[in-house]
């Protein structure tokens, strides 16, 4: 009777084991994206940093880009957040070259809650990749996609496309891909304001 009541006792041990890897693995389940909350708009630059200058007029006096989505995670704490960005755009340098801007975020010991992720796209960039001068179409009316990351694995994933409903829903793998371009909150003229407003960031080395 003991023998038999051991080998059910390992055996629900195994099974609950394999039940919480599999678990683990399942993607969506900790990370969602709040419906209606990825945007990409004009950013004002705020105030204590938009001082005019008398001789030399600086970028920050142009319009910014800023791409923000808003996220909800289930466990107590999550170790690693990893939020990709992806924005497509023309490279006027290289006769408009279809282009898609990356960029990614890894935010570290996320709370249970909602959450914000953020990518900022500076002027000359909006320049150079919004189109050439005479006939820039702006950022506002972008494609944009955005991927939640936990553990290597896809948790949520979700794309605005704006251009038109014929484009190809795959755009973000079609284009050559150029990262650098957009700006994390820590390299922006928002850092330190908005601090309280991301979790903490991973540092990139």
């Known amino acids: 009777m ?11 041990v195994l099974l609950g084991g394999i039940h919480s ?21 004009k950013a004002n630059v705020p105030n204590e940093v938009s001082r005019p200058t008398s001789d030399v007029a600086k970028e920050l006096s142009d319009d910014w880009y800023v791409a923000e989505v808003k996220f909800s995670t289930q466990d107590p704490i999550t170790e690693e957040v990893q939020v990709k960005f992806y924005i497509d755009g023309l490279d006027s340098l290289k006769n408009d070259l279809f282009v898609v801007l990356t960029g990614e975020e890894t935010y570290v010991n996320v709370p249970k809650g909602e959450h914000y992720a953020v990518m900022y796209l ?68 928002w850092w330190p304001f908005d601090a309280r407003r991301y979790n903490r960031i991973k540092p990139k080395n």
């Open 2 to 12: 003991n023998t038999m009541m051991g080998r059910l006792a390992v055996a629900c």
């Open 122 to 189: 500076d002027p000359m960039a909006l320049l150079r990749y919004g189109g050439k001068k005479d006939k820039a179409r702006g950022f506002k009316k972008s494609n944009l996609h955005i991927e939640i990351l936990s553990g290597g694995q896809v948790q949520d994933k979700l794309s605005k496309n704006q251009l038109s409903d014929k484009d190809d829903p795959n755009w973000f793998t079609a284009g050559q891909a150029t990262p650098g371009v957009l700006i994390g909150v820590k390299d922006s003229p």
């Open 21 to 41: 890897i599999c678990s683990a693995q399942a993607p969506g389940d900790n990370i969602k994206i709040i419906n209606n909350s990825l945007k990409l708009d």
